[in-house]
């Protein structure tokens, strides 16, 4: 069996502890693992500032990439992660041999992730922004409630989500994305958990931000689950993320 090198980016609120079981599984496999810990998250939450944003997280990840020198990377981001990860990817795609998407996608260009949801979800968060983080933090969501729709998460995986979760720098969700389009000739996995595969094909002609995510060179795998598999399933998108690497 090869060793692959794996690159972690969590989404928002999240840093790097909410890949551990996954991780702790791919390096079972043989792998080599990096979870991310982005500036103003997990345990890098004093770097939190109101500067913060999408092009920090990037060059975090380029960061580590080139400290490392790392090459041949499958570089997997879930959820805004996405967003990085192609950013990287786009800045130094010769360290990269496949980008991996977890119930996620890139954006379209010039597209913030604060879009994604529509105008009114966008002035809800601001509001959150403006009246609960000081004008340039997002607040943690009620993880409790969003996983009472996942049975299989259980009060200790909740209680490891608040635990682990810290507000979210709001410039990252509003800088828009810039591309060059060099992350365009890399290989592509989506994994599929809070919607299928024939939802996204349904969805993709009549809605722009799902654009990327039909055109180029994909595959997919279905592992239907909540948002965040990596706290739901996280044995099976072990084995899914090693099977993408062969």
């Not at 069996?1 to 840093?15: D, H, K, N, Q």
């Not at 890949?19 to 693992?33: C, I, T």
């Not at 009472?148 to 209680?159: L, N, Y």
Request: aromatic share 6%; hydrophobic share 45%.
């Amino acid at each position: 069996m090869s060793t692959v090198t794996y690159v972690l980016v969590p989404g928002f609120w999240l840093g790097a502890s909410v890949w551990r079981p996954v991780a702790d599984s791919l390096r079972e496999r043989g792998h080599v693992v990096h979870a991310v810990e982005l500036s103003g998250m997990g345990e890098r939450a004093d770097l939190a500032s109101p500067e913060t944003d999408l092009t920090t997280h990037i060059d975090d990840v380029v960061r580590l990439l080139e400290q490392h020198d790392l090459r041949d990377v499958v570089l997997v981001g879930h959820s805004y992660g996405a967003l990085v990860t192609t950013g990287a990817a786009d800045r130094v795609p010769e360290r990269v041999a496949r980008l991996v998407y977890i119930d996620s996608g890139p954006l379209p260009e010039g597209m913030a992730q604060a879009d994604f949801e529509g105008p009114d979800a966008r002035a809800a968060n601001q509001e959150l922004v403006t009246t609960h983080g000081q004008g340039w933090k997002l607040p943690p969501p009620p993880w409790a409630a969003l996983a009472a729709e996942a049975p299989e998460v259980d009060d200790a995986a909740v209680a490891a989500l608040v635990d682990g979760s810290q507000p979210q720098p709001w410039r990252t969700a509003t800088q828009p994305v810039a591309l060059t389009g060099a992350w365009e000739r890399l290989p592509r996995t989506g994994v599929l958990c809070s919607f299928s595969l024939e939802q996204l094909q349904q969805m993709a002609p009549h809605a722009p931000v799902f654009a990327h995510m039909v055109d180029g060179d994909w595959t997919y795998v279905e592992l239907p689950t909540w948002h965040w598999p990596m706290v739901s399933r996280p044995a099976e998108l072990a084995k899914v993320l090693d099977s993408v690497s062969r």
